[in-house]
């Protein structure tokens, strides 16, 4: 064999395996690049998210007005939304009547001024206290279950099935359940304002003994209708809230029972949000509008 093919041999298999070895490696990416490519890529979401969202409310705002109208399917929906909420909002509404009359108690005994005691827990219950316990108590049932009965129904195509029998779907399944959170907000905010100001009422006679007649004259001496009705409405925006992003983030929901759960998870917690937000500008917006 020739002295040169013999090389050709033993050289060429060895320089074609090893010769990955003579690649340039690539250098990895930078944590830095990819988290600025994320946050690059979360605004345009959001504010897409935005955009569908103004897209379905006033869809929702023409499919309110224009008929039909399942009045059957919104008393089922005022049935799940009030009845079936009204105990945990009574049992909120009563340990914040304890809580206050024990806490202002101290404070105005302080000060002297234990005799403003049930005017402090009237006004503070019927003001602020109650209608935004009521409303995150309803965020946290009805936000949620609706979030997840139509995410399951959307992942299901049982939505589509609906609107396949010549139903419309939106009319049936949205529009029914945000007038129900509507129309059965202000109605749990006055029982829950008198199951809170009864409580407290008993909280207090456990330490002084005070008859219910003359403490609900002296808590209702200071009060006029600018102080109830104002108050009470406003959480029917917090119902409208609480119903909107509800079947906002169920009638979006993808990716089967993990999508379902996700978009139960964010109904609660984007409501949530939304009804604190609107409380702050609501509560100025009254102050404004009905000044004394």
Known sequence: MDLRAASFVLSGPAESSL????????PMPKRTELAGSSDETQAPSFLEWIGELGVFTVRLARSALAPPYHFQELFQQMHEVGTRSLPLVVLASAATGVVLSLQMRESLVRFGAKS????????????ESVPIITALVVCGRVGAGIGAQLGSMKVTEQIDAIEASAVNSFKLLVVTRVVACILMLPLLTIVADCSGILVGWMANTMIEHVSLIPFLADGFKQVTFQDLIPATLRTAIFGFIIGLLGCFQGMRTTGGTEGVARSATSAVVLSSLFVIVADV???????????P
């Open 19 to 26: 010769s990955f070895l003579n690649k340039k490696v690539e």
């Open 116 to 127: 403003l005691l049930p005017v402090v827990i009237v006004l503070t219950i019927i003001k």
């Open 281 to 291: 500008w609501l509560v100025r917006l009254i102050q404004i509008v009905f000044r």
